[in-house]
């Protein structure tokens, strides 16, 4: 069972550089979310998706992008990349149920942008 | 909007000792609260929840959490910790089921031999 899987796990950019950060999850999860972890800061909420085609906004989305083509898939994109997008990018998934709304992680996207 | 606090940075505790990681929360209606844990350079391992029923609520590797409405708290216990526990934890909480996920900023639990 892969369950939340990201790609790349590394990455270094140079300022004002582009990249797409891909989630794939194949539990048929409904929800879909976007994190970034800085020490001291906890997670916070980039951008989520509460289904195929629609996304919105969360705690910190500014100079972020992201797409929901496929149910599976949720992508983040950064258009020009700045060293204060420097972090921990974690994706994870929930099925919008009552009984099971917790949420299932992937191991994390480490992006450094120089 | 709902929001999460943790309010200790840091917590050390002896092995054997019980430990008690805290968190508080506030959401307009009934929370949907949740324990993860996360080892050094891994993703957040879900340990568990509370949705409604009792207020204590056991979870993975031997961790439980109590439910306190009236002082809007959710604090992970364990009565005997191991070195084996050390590790970041984070309180999450969301106002619905299908509501937003949203993350305190962690606590780092250290058992110490």
């Known amino acids: 069972n892969a369950g939340v899987t990201q790609t790349p796990k590394f990455r270094v950019l140079k300022t004002g550089q582009s990249m797409t950060l891909l989630c794939a999850q194949d539990?048929?999860?409904?929800?879909m979310y976007w994190y970034r972890q800085d020490p001291g800061m906890g997670l916070r909420l980039i951008h989520y998706?509460?289904?195929?085609?629609?996304?919105a906004k969360g705690e910190v989305p500014d100079g972020y992008n992201v797409s929901r083509l496929k149910k599976q898939n949720f992508l983040l994109g950064l258009e020009s990349a700045a060293p204060s997008q420097t972090s921990v990018y974690f994706c994870?998934?929930?099925?919008?149920?009552?009984?099971?709304?917790?949420?299932?992680f992937g191991q994390g996207t480490r992006l450094t942008v120089v | 909007a709902q929001s999460v606090a943790q309010p200790e940075d840091q917590v050390n505790v002896a092995e054997g000792n019980p430990l008690t990681v805290k968190c508080t929360y506030s959401?307009?209606?009934?929370?949907?609260l949740f324990w993860y844990v996360q080892y050094p350079n891994r993703g957040l391992q879900f340990l568990l929840k509370?949705?409604?029923?009792?207020?204590l609520v056991k979870g993975s590797y031997g961790f439980e959490a109590e439910f306190n409405k009236s002082q809007t708290s959710f604090h992970l216990k364990k009565p005997s910790a191991l070195v084996s526990d050390s590790a970041l934890y984070f309180c999450?909480?969301?106002?619905?089921?299908?509501?937003?996920?949203?993350f305190g900023q962690g606590t780092e639990l250290s058992v110490k031999p």
């Open positions: 994870a998934s929930s099925y919008p149920g009552q009984g099971s709304p917790e949420a299932f």
């Open positions: 539990m048929n999860h409904e929800y």
């Open positions: 998706s509460v289904g195929e085609g629609t996304t």
């Open positions: 959401v307009s209606g009934n929370p949907y």
């Open positions: 509370y949705i409604t029923g009792d207020n």
């Open positions: 999450a909480v969301r106002d619905t089921p299908r509501g937003k996920l949203i």
